[in-house]
């Protein structure tokens, strides 16, 4: 079975802090990890995938097997980057089906 | 005009009405999902399918059924709506990207209400 845990409901932090995003999964075999985000009135949409090894807005992932996580990164948070943000993995034992973690609120006061 | 559309975006119903919700896509996946989102309970898996013959039960499928009509077209229905499935629903398609990540692609999402 897969899991993807997101321990916190609700982050909030001022303009120019650094953020992080919790994610921990569990999965037996060779995962694939995404963070998905959804802006205020907009649609869900991928903001990056671990298999690039990207930066898109400022954000950074590391898949960290060893702890079983996939935190979420930016040095400095923007307003704009106020908006709803999941974890979600899959892997060939599912079928490559993506599982959701419950989501974090992420808040950035100007 | 968006990749995958889901109508209607909103809907009011009472208990025990017949509520279909629709997706239709023009970006030429197979794959195919209908997710439901609750606050504090992130996104959960309804059904999904791979392909026109192909429909697989999810996580939460009970009191849901679907119906692959082509493959641009994948319909979600409450035979008999009940107020705990008052959720936003998700419909998805997906494709393996160059980089081999099975990446969703979401509608805009479909509000149902059961009074």
């Known amino acids: 079975a897969q899991r993807v845990t997101q321990p916190e409901k609700l982050l909030s932090v001022f303009k120019g802090a650094p953020v992080e995003l919790k994610c921990n999964y569990s999965?037996?075999?060779?995962?694939?990890l995404f963070w998905y985000v959804q802006y205020s009135r907009q649609r869900l949409q991928l903001l990056l995938r671990?298999?690039s090894r990207e930066s898109i807005k400022g954000f950074t992932a590391d898949l960290n097997k060893g702890e079983t996580s996939f935190h979420l990164k930016k040095p400095f948070a923007q307003e704009e980057d106020s908006a709803m943000y999941y974890c979600a993995l899959s892997g060939q034992g599912g079928s490559y089906i993506p599982t959701f973690g419950r989501g974090t609120s992420l808040i950035v006061h100007p | 005009d968006a990749d995958v559309t889901q109508t209607p975006r909103n809907r009011i119903t009472k208990t025990g009405k017949r509520i279909m919700l629709e997706c239709s896509q023009t970006k030429g996946h197979d794959r195919m999902y209908w997710y439901r989102q609750d606050p504090g309970l992130g996104l959960r898996l309804i059904y999904y399918s791979f392909d026109v013959k192909d429909i697989n039960k999810g996580e939460i499928s009970d009191g849901y059924s679907v119906s692959r009509q082509a493959q641009a077209k994948f319909s979600l229905s409450l035979e008999s709506a009940i107020p705990n499935q008052t959720a936003l629903y998700f419909c998805a398609t997906s494709d393996f990207d160059n980089s081999g990540a099975n990446v969703l692609t979401f509608g805009a999402g479909s509000r149902l209400t059961v009074l």
């Open positions: 671990h298999i």
């Open positions: 999965y037996s075999g060779s995962p694939e």
